[in-house]
């Protein structure tokens, strides 16, 4: 008789919820076994077997050891035990899955998590980045003309991650551009009375996205497109324009949101260049002036014509002289 020989111990993981622990006594050397207790779990019959233990949380992703100890029957006899293999206990961690949606200006992640023990999951959203629930929502804001940012989600059981789920959304925060008409102002030119001077003191913000400015003159029965560009210049308007017109301006981004002023006065005074009349032609114009004898001037010799019949007269005249003798 003497000391009893220690047990031999075999740990095996089953499921996500059990390990499996089975034991077969050494040699009792007479000593006798009274109990059969294991460092987790319930104890087990003296004449071995296998028993299923559950995987609790703090077992996740670590290496498992059971130790089964003997306590022998007779009194004063040390127990025996002996550890088991190391089993590392794996879990499964779960599958997210995670939509987005929007609404104006908010943006919402929503999650849940199927299946596996992760307890929580680490969230990715716009300006989030932390760790939530296995189930859960977050909201983060976005700007006039953003698109609600792309969500993933990913299930976590201590440091240990699943598969990243994504979610997106093809909102967009549309909203109508922005006019401050207060610095807004179109007056007529002191120079040309077919123009107005327009100017803009940062007054349209059309947040960085395609748009359309117009500028609109006449009147509310009758508003007239303008060329303009948004920029403070001067302007042609077409003919026909009152002198008394109003104007407004019309902005659209994208050909879907749209802003415009109220209808204004164009201010100041329009100059008109002074018209010069226009001739009737039914009206006769002035007859020339007659010459001093009633008839109109003759066409005058030039005035080497005028000394070559001079010259050709006095010769004409002359008496003819004899030079020779009778």
């Not at 059971?66 to 499964?92: C, E, F, L, M, R």
Request: net charge negative; hydrophobic share 30%; glycine share 12%.
């Amino acid at each position: 008789m003497g000391r009893p020989g220690g047990p031999a111990v075999k740990l095996e993981q089953v499921d996500d919820e059990h390990l499996r622990v089975s034991m077969t006594p050494g040699h009792l050397r007479g000593t006798g076994c009274t109990a059969v207790t294991l460092s987790r779990g319930s104890g087990m019959d003296c004449s071995g077997g296998s028993v299923l233990i559950p995987i609790t949380s703090d077992m996740y992703f670590t290496d498992v050891t059971i130790k089964a100890t003997i306590t022998p029957a007779k009194p004063g006899v040390t127990p025996a035990s002996a550890d088991s293999n190391p089993v590392p206990v794996s879990v499964g961690v779960g599958t997210s899955s995670v939509t987005v949606s929007g609404d104006g200006g908010t943006c919402t992640a929503r999650w849940s998590t199927d299946g596996g023990k992760a307890t929580e999951v680490h969230v990715r959203f716009g300006d989030i980045d932390r760790r939530e629930g296995r189930d859960g929502e977050v909201s983060t804001s976005i700007g006039p003309w953003h698109s609600c940012p792309v969500a993933t989600v990913q299930p976590f059981v201590k440091d240990h991650g699943g598969a990243v789920a994504t979610g997106e959304s093809p909102h967009v925060h549309k909203v109508d551009p922005r006019i401050d008409a207060g610095q807004l102002s179109v007056q007529w030119s002191q120079n040309d009375e077919h123009k107005v001077l327009v100017t803009n003191n940062n007054a349209i913000d059309t947040y960085g996205m395609g748009n359309e400015t117009n500028l609109y003159v006449g009147s509310p029965s009758n508003p007239v497109l303008v060329g303009w560009y948004g920029t403070s210049t001067a302007v042609t308007v077409p003919d026909g324009v009152p002198d008394d017109a109003q104007w407004f301006v019309k902005v659209t981004i994208n050909g879907e949101k749209s802003s415009q002023t109220e209808w204004v006065r164009i201010s100041g005074t329009r100059h008109k260049l002074p018209v010069m009349p226009t001739p009737d032609p039914s009206t006769p114009g002035p007859a020339p002036s007659p010459s001093p004898t009633g008839t109109t001037d003759p066409v005058q010799p030039s005035a080497a014509f005028a000394r070559m019949a001079h010259t050709h007269m006095i010769h004409f005249l002359m008496p003819f002289t004899n030079t020779q003798g009778a």
